[in-house]
């Protein structure tokens, strides 16, 4: 099965992925979260960096019990979420938490505290976009990912041409500030004319659009 990548996220009124303090905020309402559950129910395995688990570890919530995998790609390591009294493990127990450090110092200093946690650590130093991609699909049979995180880590995939489907929950009610990122960050990413809007609804005052990239 070819490999499928696809972007799910929420979006404020002024079109960032989160807001200029980082302070732990859920965008989106209970619907927003159903349906990203329906989402999630397509794939094999989340991924998400560093600084979306450590603003919201909570599980991949889905409403079936098919093997899921939830791969953290981190820089800065997650030490501080995991000895949190707001981290419950026994959530992630569905799936399969891994998390992928992208510091080799880091990854020395956490890998024995995710061992006791019974979390599974690789050290993914220098592997693109591209390649960490297919490494997640050759090493775990996962050929359907689901990316999820802010502009910053969402834009190395979008450079390598690797996001066929856009799922984005706009919430005009919150606005994100200049300090924030957005979807696209830069001058390099292309326009979203390389995507084709599929399918735009309105439900509770939030706007549902799905994209699907054109060469597909």
Not at 38 to 66: C, H, K, V, Y
Not at 95 to 120: F, P, W
Not at 180 to 199: D, H, P, R, V
């Amino acid at each position: 099965m070819p490999l499928r990548v696809a972007l799910c996220s929420a979006m404020t009124l002024d079109g960032r992925l989160g807001t200029d303090n980082r302070r732990k905020i859920r965008i989106g309402s209970d619907r927003d979260i159903s349906f990203l559950r329906s989402i999630r129910n397509q794939f094999q395995a989340s991924l998400m960096g560093g600084e979306t688990f450590r603003t919201w570890p909570l599980p991949p919530l889905r409403t079936n019990t098919d093997p899921y995998y939830q791969f953290v790609q981190t820089q800065k390591g997650i030490k501080e979420v995991l000895l949190s009294d707001n981290f419950r493990y026994e959530r992630w127990m569905q799936n399969e938490l891994i998390v992928l450090y992208s510091d080799a110092n880091v990854y020395n200093k956490e890998s024995e505290l995710c061992m006791k946690k019974g979390i599974q650590t690789i050290l993914v130093q220098d592997l693109s976009s591209t390649e960490l991609a297919h490494y997640i699909e050759t090493t775990y049979q996962c050929s359907k990912i689901l990316i999820e995180g802010g502009g910053r880590f969402c834009h190395p995939f979008f450079l390598a041409g690797l996001i066929q489907d856009i799922y984005l929950t706009i919430v005009p009610e919150v606005m994100g500030g200049k300090l924030s990122a957005g979807l696209c960050i830069g001058e390099e990413l292309q326009s979203m004319e390389q995507y084709t809007l599929e399918k735009a609804d309105i439900f509770n005052n939030e706007i549902v659009a799905h994209y699907t990239k054109k060469d597909l």
